[in-house]
């Protein structure tokens, strides 16, 4: 099996793999938001410019005319498919401009442009000679290269530098997968960029397999998204958005009781009480807690008190170090979810992460610590 054959085997497999990620995810019984959808178109368009590059490659095309030289431009619609996914997946669509209506009316003024072309070399060229068709191919790639290029580079923009537009996206999101994958699309644009340059210099075919196998892999890594991180990236959106709404948010109100033999201690008083009830109520009123990254010495300096003072007010009022005192503020948040039958169908992890916790492990250890059973009892016996 010679490179070409391994580059089309990989080619198609892709495409498989892709059409797999849309049917899972269509079968998934959870509500579809915007984000899944353009997260779906943009895997479907790749996998349509893959299979339509791997017919042709394969010689699986008609005799006819007009299907040898129709080439749908599915490749024009995946960057904006993917810019769209981006902006929603980050809250910020109505603060940007939407590219998906131009780039409708591109992709059909292509189809009816090359449709005429077609029409206008089989009717009235002699001897049907493509050179038309061909220089015409040549320019519109080169458009929807530049035109990809500039969406493209607008989405690195929203993730790695407008920091100022995301409100939704706090410190405590998890933006790696994101981040791989707008790494990995700034591979693939490099090799299509490589390939439409040697294609235009000496006509040659082979400049554009690095592209096919990049494009292949990125579909992989993609399905390997789908299939084992999908479930949680999915439920973290939905949860996200009720947290947001506050439906099922810890309460501020009540506090934590101090025993008797404490409060014969002469810093239990009420300026102290009223002071430990503003740190706590503070870091649920701004939802602090579902941060991961949350310090003392943050919340120290935000509420004017120094670390020494915050630090003895947290572990005298609150029995517990700050660490335990902010995770057990975690486990109420979690415990809201588990027992709250709206959300049967979302992955404890997922309700882990959104509740502050950086990991499964460490969310399974608080929980069972602050309540001596696992997320998973809890929700069964609630």
Known sequence: MNLVSVINFLLIAGVIQGFGFNLVTLLVKKKFDRVIVYLNLTVLFISLNNLQRWLIDNNFTSDLF??????????????????????????????VNDFIKPTLIIFIFELVIRLCLISYVYYEVPEQNTSHIDQYTVFEETFNLVYCIFLFINACLLVFKRHDLLEFILSYDDLNWIKWFIKLGSVVILLWIVAVVFNNINGSEVAYYPLRLGSSILLYWIGYQGFYKYNIVQDRIVLRNQIITNKVLISSEGGFNVNSKNEEDD????????????????????????????????????????KSYFSKLVNSYSQFNFSDFINSLRVEQAKKFLSNDEFNQYTIVAIGLECGFNSKSTFYSAFKKFTSETPTAFRENN
């Open 66 to 95: 007009l299907i040898q030289q129709f080439f749908v431009p599915w490749y024009v619609l995946i960057f904006p498919m993917f810019y769209a996914f981006t902006t929603h997946f980050l809250r910020v669509e109505k603060r």
């Open 267 to 306: 810093f239990y008083n009420e300026k102290h009480q009223n002071d430990f009830n503003n740190i706590r109520n503070h870091i649920i009123k701004n939802k602090l807690y579902l941060d991961p990254l949350l310090s003392m010495e943050t919340l120290a300096t935000d509420l004017g008190m120094s």
